[in-house]
DNA sequence: CTAGGGTTAG
């Protein structure tokens, strides 16, 4: 009966009459379709009930309901029309119509069905409430859901402890959390772990990750969802290396993650860039033999990805069976990223040749790729494409990454124009990019009015003057590049500090400029006059422009001597393995000096150095790095 | 006869 092809229903109902079943035949079908939902074999079983006159049971109908909102996709004009046939509706089918309106487009309409309900004299349960609610969180109807929280109260339901947890959950989703605190605090004695779970996700949802971790600490039994949602409410409140931290307690007490732990661990690990620990989250998928599912496929993508390994990413793209729109575009913007245009675009055009609708993210990647790859003609056609042909609005990303791919050109006036005309608010964000390339292509008088702009707009940010320093420097001007400097002292503007990490057996080393407090400090700094040493040999000369401090020629040396990055190179030659390469992970922009050095660092000690910087990746090379001296 | 909490991309 419930085979994959169509039955033919003549030769069932040639062998008895249907009045002969009692309604009960059918239940081992409902539970099977529970278990596994197919919306054919619904129809069958539908069919059938049809065939024996049954259509307008409540209770069969209600169980068809009750496939129909498990099931993935289902038709919604379907469940509506199987209620309408019900002769008389008992609140076990109209509950399950609730449910089928929660999963629809606009779930608030399951309250208009529920005043519906009541005209009709059916009397609303316990679960008509947590199916009602259910709904306002996905519809984040507040109003609605206050209104029915009265309806709990007056009726009776208010100690269910299900009704309560979907209270709980219904007021996080409409981020009054201190509501879903109310109701949790009512009744101490009705809870259960769902009822933490659910609180410990509100308070995360509100960045409170002081009071969830104070509360986890207070349960009295926690499961894998609260250990998932704690470490959540680290990752995604940025404390990623907490996060990590309490994973690495998960495991120590023996529970078993799941796929949602993993992947929030290896966006973790993506984030902070640490290969090592990808690899560990690898091995436990291994080990586990945890299904890779689309979701943890592309998190392991993008993982590999963010962690400097674009090979391994890519192989990972190949082999998976199953890919959705976000697996393409976290491949396409890792390709970018890694200033692989060609590869992106290329990925971008079997993409579209597959069929997929592209989405914003999908461009942000695509238009990246063009700029690295200098592809003016093909990012102008792809910006279009996207505004014209998807009728996508371009975001400030969007515009970003087309001014950086004017700017790079060359095209500084149609860049100019860009910001100009098509942003309804010209952003500071814009004109920084700019200014960028302006210090590439040595544009004086464009970059200074610009930079004195954004200095002005924004007398605090560090970087505006950096950048207008860089430009003087570029062509000489060495008053206007102290002048700058020492105005940006005068101000005390908001530095950032800077620091680079690299990890080697599990371990994070993470280095500011001028760090001596490094274990091994005395091995870095000697190391680090041998990489100098070479270094000269092989014809460098320190370029000033990047140091920050108006001081004496000396002291400079010293200052750019010990940028964060060189020590975390020089402690690469000390601890990863003669061959393998130095990966390296900063929050600030690779300044021009250390640049130039470790692309010669690369040539004369024949050692490949990938360098993950705020946006983008260099890979050093053979003398060369993979941004091609444009960042 | 039906129920609840956690998951990826710029």
Same mark, same amino acid.
């Given at each position: 009966?419930?085979?994959?092809?169509?039955?033919?229903?003549?030769?069932?109902?040639?062998?008895?009459?249907?009045?002969?079943?009692?309604?009960?035949?059918?239940?081992?079908?409902?539970?099977?379709?529970?278990?596994?939902?197919?919306?054919?074999?619904?129809?069958?079983?539908?069919?059938?009930?049809?065939?024996?006159?049954?259509?307008?049971?409540?209770?069969?109908?209600?169980?068809?309901?009750?496939?129909?909102?498990?099931?993935?996709?289902?038709?919604?004009?379907?469940?509506?029309?199987?209620?309408?046939?019900?002769?008389?509706?008992?609140?076990?089918?109209?509950?399950?119509?609730?449910?089928?309106?929660?999963?629809?487009?606009?779930?608030?309409?399951?309250?208009?069905?529920?005043?519906?309900?009541?005209?009709n004299?059916?009397?609303?349960?316990?679960?008509?409430?947590?199916?009602?609610?259910?709904?306002?969180?996905?519809?984040?109807?507040?109003?609605?859901?206050?209104?029915?929280?009265?309806?709990?109260?007056?009726?009776?339901?208010?100690e269910?402890?299900?009704?309560?947890?979907?209270?709980?959950?219904?007021?996080?989703?409409?981020?009054?959390?201190?509501?879903?605190?109310k109701?949790?605090?009512?009744?101490?004695?009705? *809870? %259960?772990?769902? &009822? $933490? +779970?659910?609180?410990?996700? @509100?308070? #995360?949802?509100? =960045? /409170?990750?002081?009071?969830?971790?104070?509360?986890?600490?207070?349960?009295?039994?926690?499961?894998?969802?609260?250990?998932?949602?704690?470490?959540?409410?680290?990752?995604?409140?940025?404390?990623?290396?907490?996060?990590?931290?309490?994973?690495?307690?998960?495991?120590?007490?023996?529970?078993?993650?799941?796929?949602?732990?993993?992947?929030?661990?290896?966006?973790?690990?993506?984030q902070?860039?640490?290969?090592?620990?990808?690899?560990?989250?690898?091995?436990?998928?291994?080990?586990?033999?945890?299904?890779?599912?689309?979701?943890?496929?592309?998190?392991?993508?993008?993982?590999?990805?963010?962690?400097?390994?674009?090979?391994?990413?890519?192989?990972?793209f190949?082999?998976?069976?199953? *890919? %959705?729109?976000? &697996? $393409? +575009?976290?491949m396409?913007? @890792?390709m #970018?990223?890694? =200033? /692989?245009?060609?590869?992106?675009?290329?990925?971008?055009?079997?993409?579209?040749?597959?069929?997929?609708?592209?989405?914003?993210?999908?461009?942000?990647?695509?238009?990246?790729?063009?700029?690295?790859?200098?592809?003016?003609?093909?990012?102008?056609?792809?910006?279009?494409l996207m505004?014209?042909?998807?009728?996508?609005?371009?975001?400030?990303?969007?515009?970003?990454?087309?001014?950086?791919?004017?700017?790079?050109?060359?095209?500084?006036?149609?860049?100019?124009?860009m910001?100009?005309?098509?942003v309804?608010?010209?952003?500071?964000?814009?004109?920084?990019?700019?200014?960028?390339?302006?210090?590439?292509?040595?544009?004086?008088?464009?970059?200074?009015?610009?930079?004195?702009?954004?200095?002005?707009?924004?007398?605090?940010?560090?970087?505006?003057?950096?950048?207008?320093?860089?430009?003087?420097?570029?062509?000489?001007?060495?008053?206007?590049?102290i002048?700058?400097?020492?105005?940006?002292?005068?101000?005390?503007?908001?530095?950032?500090?800077?620091?680079?990490?690299?990890?080697?057996?599990?371990?994070?080393?993470?280095?500011?400029?001028?760090?001596?407090?490094?274990?091994?400090?005395?091995?870095?700094?000697?190391?680090l006059?041998?990489?100098e040493?070479?270094?000269?040999?092989?014809?460098?000369?320190?370029?000033?422009?990047?140091?920050?401090?108006?001081?004496?020629?000396?002291?400079?040396?010293?200052?750019?001597?010990?940028?964060?990055?060189?020590?975390?190179?020089?402690f690469?030659?000390?601890?990863?393995?003669?061959?393998?390469?130095?990966?390296?992970?900063?929050?600030?922009?690779?300044?021009?000096?250390?640049?130039?050095?470790?692309?010669?660092i690369?040539?004369?000690?024949?050692?490949?150095?990938?360098?993950?910087?705020?946006?983008r990746f260099?890979?050093?090379?053979?003398?060369?790095?993979?941004?091609?001296?444009?960042?």
């Open positions: 009966m419930f085979a994959n092809k169509p039955v033919p229903l003549l030769s069932f109902t040639t062998k008895a009459s249907y009045s002969q079943f009692s309604t009960a035949i059918f239940h081992p079908f409902f539970s099977s379709l529970r278990a596994n939902p197919s919306l054919f074999q619904t129809k069958q079983a539908h069919a059938h009930i049809i065939i024996s006159g049954l259509a307008g049971n409540a209770s069969l109908m209600g169980h068809l309901l009750t496939i129909l909102a498990l099931s993935p996709s289902t038709p919604f004009d379907y469940s509506q029309s199987i209620y309408q046939t019900i002769t008389n509706p008992n609140v076990f089918a109209s509950n399950n119509m609730i449910r089928c309106f929660a999963k629809s487009e606009s779930p608030l309409k399951s309250v208009l069905f529920y005043s519906s309900m009541l005209r004299c059916v009397r609303p349960n316990n679960y008509s409430f947590t199916f009602l609610l259910q709904a306002c969180g996905k519809g984040i109807g507040f109003n609605e859901g206050v209104q029915l929280h009265g309806h709990v109260v007056k009726l009776g339901f208010g269910d402890v299900y009704v309560r947890n979907a209270l709980i959950h219904l007021y996080s989703s409409c981020c009054k959390v201190e509501s879903s605190k109701v949790f605090d009512e009744s101490p004695h009705n *809870r %259960d772990v769902i &009822t $933490w +779970n659910a609180m410990l996700a @509100g308070f #995360a949802r509100d =960045g /409170r990750v002081d009071v969830v971790e104070s509360m986890f600490d207070e349960m009295p039994e926690r499961d894998v969802i609260s250990w998932n949602t704690m470490i959540m409410a680290y990752v995604h409140n940025g404390k990623l290396e907490e996060g990590l931290e309490c994973f690495r307690r998960m495991r120590g007490i023996g529970l078993i993650p799941n796929e949602a732990t993993l992947v929030t661990v290896l966006s973790a690990s993506a902070l860039g640490l290969i090592e620990h990808g690899r560990l989250v690898q091995s436990i998928i291994d080990s586990l033999n945890i299904p890779l599912t689309v979701t943890l496929g592309t998190a392991l993508l993008d993982m590999y990805a963010k962690c400097g390994c674009i090979e391994q990413s890519r192989l990972l190949d082999k998976m069976p199953q *890919r %959705d729109i976000s &697996t $393409w +575009n976290v396409i913007c @890792g #970018a990223s890694h =200033g /692989r245009g060609k590869e992106a675009i290329a990925l971008f055009e079997r993409f579209l040749n597959e069929g997929i609708r592209p989405v914003n993210v999908t461009f942000i990647g695509v238009l990246n790729a063009c700029s690295r790859a200098g592809l003016v003609k093909e990012g102008k056609r792809y910006f279009k505004t014209d042909n998807y009728g996508i609005e371009p975001e400030m990303e969007h515009y970003g990454c087309m001014v950086d791919l004017l700017g790079r050109a060359g095209l500084v006036s149609e860049a100019i124009e910001i100009e005309n098509k309804v608010s010209p952003n500071p964000v814009l004109w920084a990019t700019l200014l960028c390339a302006c210090r590439i292509h040595g544009l004086i008088e464009l970059g200074e009015n610009i930079g004195n702009k954004l200095i002005e707009l924004d007398p605090s940010y560090d970087g505006h003057y950096v950048q207008l320093a860089n430009i003087y420097a570029k062509s000489r001007k060495w008053d206007e590049v002048r700058v400097r020492r105005l940006m002292a005068e101000r005390n503007t908001n530095k950032i500090a800077g620091w680079s990490l690299i990890e080697t057996q599990g371990r994070v080393h993470q280095f500011v400029a001028g760090d001596r407090k490094h274990e091994r400090s005395l091995e870095i700094h000697k190391m006059e041998v990489i040493t070479r270094v000269a040999e092989a014809g460098y000369v320190p370029n000033l422009s990047s140091v920050l401090h108006d001081i004496g020629e000396e002291e400079k040396e010293n200052a750019i001597r010990v940028h964060s990055e060189r020590l975390a190179i020089a690469g030659f000390l601890v990863i393995g003669a061959g393998d390469c130095i990966r390296i992970v900063k929050n600030l922009r690779v300044c021009t000096d250390c640049h130039e050095v470790s692309k010669i690369s040539r004369v000690f024949e050692r490949e150095i990938i360098v993950r910087d705020g946006s260099h890979h050093f090379k053979e003398g060369k790095c993979s941004c091609l001296d444009y960042w």
